[in-house]
């Protein structure tokens, strides 16, 4: 493996220790899990930020999103809206 002289970031790859918390998860948290991780998910998420897609952030910390029509790159993925 070839190791990068000036990587900042955590150790690479990292321990089985770090996915202990899976253990724990429900069919649909391992669901989200492997769809966050699709890096094709991830292409069309930024493409729909940039729709201009109108969101507030709550009081509680809870962000609050407004669509004003169906959007069909969250529908491929089987979503209303892309988290």
Do not use: C
Not at 33 to 62: C, F, H
Not at 73 to 80: D, S, T, V
């Amino acid at each position: 493996m070839y190791r990068v002289r000036h990587y900042v970031g955590p150790p690479w790859p990292p321990t089985l220790d770090a996915y202990d918390y899976m253990r724990t998860l429900s069919r649909r948290d391992w669901a989200w899990e492997g769809l966050r991780r699709n890096p094709a998910y991830q292409e069309e998420a930024r493409a729909q930020l940039m729709d201009g897609q109108v969101s507030t952030r709550l009081k509680g910390g809870a962000i609050l999103v407004r669509m004003h029509e169906p959007s069909p790159r969250a529908e491929a993925w089987a979503l209303r809206s892309f988290r």
